[in-house]
């Protein structure tokens, strides 16, 4: 209880701000995003999360998606595992189907995949860390014949055209190029394939501050969220037909969707947590501002279908 109540104090909540304005309604919804320019590219490679003990600076420098796996946190989207279970309910594979999951990180959830609905799941990431870490979680739950983990970049994915049933994401198209990387994963699916994923989104009209805030804390000078209609608006122009794009509450960084997620393993990340003076501060920047800033933010389920 103490390690909670402590955790709870460091979000710092301020008052919350008005609720922004309405996103305008033209035939293509509006972006708002501005690259940062003094920040590095992402997807982040992960190469400082090794087993050896971090300096502070190198923790305070780390992406918000690298210091959450640093820290050992199991769900890493922006839905949690609220966002994870409607994705997987859209997506629905077929027993004995081949889906292939892009941005896997430490395995879990292809994991769920494969034991859930009795399917072959590719998983790739783009860092070699986060593929030896899934590969670990695969071999603990004694799926290695029906999971398979390898390095990968989405904008040249290393498999032939037509290879899965199935592809998923989850907070990948955000950090990328993503034009190019949707044009490779209608490449790989197989002629009445699905595309399922989950993104960050932009809700209302944040200021400009609120945006290059955000960009900062993430780490990350490539990274674009979106409304919901430009991720539909995305997919369709890269030749996916039916397509849906729901917008959700985003909870991920609260302490209720925190608990909610981790289960058992949020004690094992709250005691890495304070351990370091520089997690706690790290992690203390996050949470005060998405807590902050909590009526511009949600995420969006994405899916579409490859009829030919």
Request: aromatic share 8%; with cysteine.
């Amino acid at each position: 209880m103490q390690k909670s109540r402590i955790l709870q104090r460091l979000t710092n909540k301020s008052p919350l701000i008005a609720p922004p304005a309405a996103a305008s309604n033209g035939s293509r919804p509006r972006r708002f995003e501005t690259p940062h320019p003094k920040l590095p590219s992402c997807p982040p490679t992960a190469s400082t999360l090794t087993r050896r003990r971090l300096h502070d600076e190198e923790i305070l420098a780390l992406n918000t998606y690298d210091f959450l796996a640093y820290l050992g946190k199991a769900v890493i989207n922006p839905g949690g595992t609220v966002g994870r279970n409607l994705l997987l309910a859209r997506l629905n594979p077929k027993p004995g189907s081949h889906v292939l999951e892009i941005g896997c990180g430490t395995g879990h959830t292809a994991c769920h995949i494969a034991r859930r609905f009795r399917c072959r799941v590719t998983a790739v990431d783009i860092s070699p860390a986060m593929i030896a870490q899934a590969r670990q979680t695969v071999q603990a739950r004694g799926l290695g014949h029906i999971v398979k983990c390898e390095v990968a970049d989405i904008s040249a994915l290393p498999f032939a055209q037509a290879s899965f049933d199935y592809v998923v994401c989850q907070a990948v198209l955000m950090f990328v190029d993503q034009a190019p990387a949707l044009q490779q994963l209608r490449r790989v699916l197989k002629p009445g394939g699905m595309f399922a994923g989950v993104e960050f989104g932009w809700r209302g009209t944040p200021p400009a501050s609120v945006r290059q805030q955000t960009y900062d804390i993430c780490g990350c000078r490539t990274l674009e969220f979106h409304h919901r209609g430009e991720w539909g608006y995305r997919l369709k122009q890269a030749g996916f037909d039916r397509v849906e794009s729901k917008e959700q509450n985003f909870t991920m960084l609260s302490m209720t969707g925190f608990m909610r997620d981790e289960g058992l393993n949020s004690l094992k990340v709250l005691s890495r947590l304070l351990r370091r003076t520089a997690s706690i501060k790290r992690l203390a920047g996050i949470w005060k501002h998405f807590s902050r800033h909590k009526n511009y933010f949600s995420y969006v389920v994405l899916a579409g279908r490859k009829l030919s």
